[in-house]
């Protein structure tokens, strides 16, 4: 069966909470710490509701099995989950504004298989299709190769504090 999407559900939050720890876990050992991936699950990494809600998460599925997921966003957050914000954000004007990419996670047992691209073009072209014509994102370490590969350039490190203490490296990324 081949690898299907499909926007996200209410009822995949919990599943894919869980295939994002275990894709944090397994995919990002030789970019940060193991207390910086704990602390990037517990308050930046998990589904962004609002994504959910307008329609731009999507699933990833081979052979009925989530195997990744990703969205795009027409408001203003860059990266993160519900837990990393307070607020709806505000909608974005795709006449001047960059479409966000948003939350990419794959299965290690999935990844370099052509998922998390097959995710990215089915979210570009949906932002086209809503008038955008830039993307931007904020990449994890172990997602710039990707995202470099598929024409993004970086703009900004930036060096994110999280309550706990730690820091995780996130790149700045824009695609014209």
């Known amino acids: 069966m081949p690898l299907t999407t499909r926007p996200a559900t209410f009822g995949d939050i919990p599943l ?5 720890a275990v894709s944090v876990r397994g995919l990002s050992t030789a970019w940060y710490t193991p207390a910086q991936i704990e602390s990037s699950i517990k308050y930046i990494f998990g589904v962004d509701t609002q994504l959910v809600t307008d329609g731009t998460y999507y699933v990833a599925e081979l052979d009925g099995k989530m195997v990744g997921c990703g969205g795009w966003s027409k408001r203003n957050t860059l990266y993160g989950g519900d837990q990393h914000k307070d607020i709806e954000d505000p909608l974005l004007d795709p006449a001047t504004d960059a479409a966000r990419i948003r939350a990419f996670f794959v299965h290690p047992d999935h990844a ?24 931007q994102l904020g990449a994890t370490l172990p997602g710039v190769p990707l995202y470099s590969a598929m024409g993004y350039q ?3 490190r930036i060096d994110q504090p ?3 203490g730690e820091i995780l490296g996130i790149v700045k990324m824009k695609k014209q």
């Not at 894919?16 to 994002?20: D, E, G, H, K, V």
């Open 16 to 20: 894919l909470n869980q295939m994002i």
């Open 154 to 156: 970086a703009v900004e």
């Open 112 to 135: 370099r298989q052509g998922i998390g691209t097959h995710i990215i073009n089915v979210c570009e072209e949906a932002a086209k299709s809503n008038g955008f014509s830039t993307f």
């Open 162 to 164: 999280l309550p706990d």
